[in-house]
C-alpha cells in the first residue's frame, strides 16, 4: 500500500462520495446521541437504561443493515456494467423485502424482550425505564428497515447526497419531538424516556417516507412499484451477500451485549452509564469510517461492475488514507479535552470522572479503526462478506469478549481493561485485513 500515489481522480471521487455518506450517518447517530443528551438531564437511572436497550436494539437493527450490504453490492456492479434494469429490480426487491421483514419480526421482538431483559442481567431498578423506551422504539422497526433499504439504494449508485439531506431533516424532527415529547413542552406530556424513544421512532418514519417519496418521483429513483420489478432471483442474489453480513453485523452486536451483560453490567449503574456515554462519543469518531466504508463498498462495486478490479483496489486505500487522516484529528480531541465533551452528555462528576480514561485510551488507538471499517467497506463492496463475517466472529468473540472480562473484572481494571479489550480487537482486524486486501482474492467474486 502506497498511499504517496494516491491519483487525484479517485481521490475526488471518493472524496465526493464520503463527505455527504459521513454527515449522513453523523445524522443517523445524533439521533441517538440527542436522546442521550436529553435523557442524561433525567438522571443515571435513565442513561442506563437507555445504555442496555440501545445495546439490544443496535441487535436488531442489525439485521436491516447486514441485508443491505448485499443491496449496496448488487446495485452498484449493476450501475458499474450501465445495466439499470436489473439495479431497479434489486432495489425494488430489496426494498420491498427488508420493509416486510421488519414487520414480520416486530411482534417478536416485543414478546422476547422480558427474557432478553433477563439474560444481559439487567441491574434491578432499570427493568421498568428500559421496556418504557425498548417498547416504543421497537415498534418503528419496519420504519428503520426500510430507511436502511432506501439509503442503501442511493448510496449505491453513487448518490450519497440525497441520504444526507433526508437525515438532517430527520435529525432536526427527532430533536423537536424529544424537548416536546421529553420534557413536556407547548402542550406535550412530560413522557421521559418514553417520550424520547417516540421521537427517535417518528424521525425515522418521516425519513422512509421522504426517500420513498424521492426515490419514486424522481427520474433517477429506483424504486418502481412493478410487478416485474419484484423477483425471488435478484433477492436470493442479494441475500447471498447480504445473510454472511447479517451474521457479522449480529456477531457484532451480539459480542458487544455479551460484554455489557459479563462485564460492564455487574459493575453497576455508574460503569454503565460512563461506558454508554463513552460509546456515544466514540461513535462520532466511528463517522470517518462509515462514510468512508459505504463510499469505498460503491466505489469497489463500481469497479468492478466496470471490469476495472485494480482501480477498485485503489478506491479501498484511497478511502483507508483519507479516513486515518480524520480520525486521528477527532480523537486528537477526545485525548485532550475530555471533560468538556463528556459534560455534554452528563452533570455527574463520577460519571465524568470513571469515563475520562477509557475515552482516552480508546483515542490512542482508535486510528486502526480506519482499515478495520474501510478495507471492510471494499471487500463487502465486492461481495466477499464471507471473510469479513469470519474475521469478526474471530476478534469480537475470541479477542474481545473474553479479553473484556479478564481485563475488566478478572484484573478489576473496570472500565479501563474494558475499553483496552475494545481497542485489542479493532486493532487485529484492521491489519488482517490490509493483508488479505492486498492479496486480491475479493477481486473474482461474483454477485
Known amino acids: ?17 464520503a463527505f455527504p455518506a459521513m454527515i449522513t450517518q453523523l445524522s443517523t447517530t445524533l439521533v441517538q446521541i440527542v436522546d442521550t443528551m436529553f435523557i442524561g438531564k433525567i438522571g443515571p437511572l435513565a442513561i442506563g437504561a437507555a445504555a442496555v436497550t440501545g445495546i439490544i436494539i443496535f441487535n436488531i437493527t442489525a439485521v436491516g443493515d447486514g441485508f443491505s450490504t448485499g ?31 421488519g414487520i414480520l419480526l416486530t411482534p417478536f421482538f416485543l414478546v422476547g424482550a422480558d427474557p432478553i431483559f433477563k439474560l444481559i442481567q439487567i441491574p434491578e431498578g432499570l427493568e ?30 453513487g448518490d450519497t447526497t440525497t441520504p444526507m439531506v433526508v437525515g438532517f431533516g430527520i435529525n432536526f424532527v427527532n430533536i423537536i419531538l424529544d424537548w416536546f415529547l421529553i420534557f413536556g413542552k407547548f402542550g406535550f406530556p412530560a413522557m421521559g424516556v418514553r417520550g424520547a424513544a417516540l421521537a427517535s421512532g417518528f424521525s425515522f418514519l418521516s425519513g422512509s417516507i421522504l426517500l420513498a417519496l424521492i426515490s419514486i418521483l424522481s427520474e433517477k429513483g429506483l424504486l418502481q412499484f412493478k410487478r416485474t420489478n419484484f423477483s425471488l432471483s435478484h433477492l436470493i442474489r442479494i441475500a447471498r451477500v447480504g445473510f454472511p453480513s447479517m451474521i457479522e453485523r449480529f456477531a457484532m452486536s451480539l459480542s458487544q451485549l455479551m460484554v455489557m451483560a459479563l462485564t460492564v453490567n455487574p459493575m453497576g449503574s455508574l460503569a454503565i452509564a460512563s461506558f454508554h456515554i463513552v460509546m456515544k462519543l466514540a ?27 485494480e ?44 469515563s475520562t480514561w477509557p475515552l482516552r485510551i480508546y483515542a490512542t488507538l482508535a486510528i486502526f479503526l480506519a482499515p478495520a471499517m474501510v478495507v471492510r467497506g471494499g471487500l463487502q463492496g ?52 490490509m493483508v488479505y486486501a492486498k492479496k486480491g482474492i475479493w477481486k473474482t467474486k461474483k454477485i
Open 382 to 433: 465486492a461481495g466477499d462478506t464471507a471473510f469479513t463475517m469470519k474475521m469478526m466472529l474471530l476478534s469480537r468473540f475470541i479477542i474481545r469478549l473474553p479479553l473484556s472480562w479478564f481485563l475488566g473484572n478478572f484484573l478489576a481494571m473496570g472500565l479501563t481493561g474494558v475499553w483496552f479489550a475494545i481497542c485489542m480487537d479493532f486493532i487485529l482486524r484492521g491489519v488482517v485485513f
Open 311 to 354: 482501480g477498485a483496489e485503489r478506491m479501498i486505500w484511497t478511502g483507508t488514507f483519507y479516513c486515518g487522516i480524520l480520525m486521528i484529528i477527532l480523537c486528537a480531541l477526545y485525548f485532550v479535552i475530555p471533560g468538556p465533551l463528556l459534560s455534554l452528555f452528563t452533570d455527574s462528576s463520577d460519571v465524568i470522572a470513571s
Open 71 to 101: 443491496m449496496v453490492a448488487a446495485i452498484a456492479r449493476m450501475d458499474g456494467n450501465n445495466d439499470r434494469k436489473n439495479a431497479v429490480i434489486f432495489s425494488t426487491t430489496g426494498i420491498a423485502a427488508l420493509t416486510f421483514l
Open 128 to 157: 421498568t425505564t428500559a421496556w418504557d423506551y425498548y417498547s416504543i422504539f421497537i415498534s418503528f422497526v419496519p420504519a428503520i428497515f426500510a430507511f436502511t433499504a432506501l439509503s442503501a439504494s442511493f448510496r449505491a449508485r
Open 283 to 309: 461513535s462520532l469518531s466511528f463517522m470517518p469510517g462509515f462514510g468512508f466504508a459505504m463510499a469505498t463498498a460503491t466505489m469497489t462495486g463500481q469497479r468492478l461492475g466496470a471490469s476495472d478490479p
Open 1 to 17: 500500500m502506497n498511499f504517496l500515489r494516491l491519483r487525484k481522480d479517485d481521490s475526488s471521487q471518493m472524496l465526493k462520495l
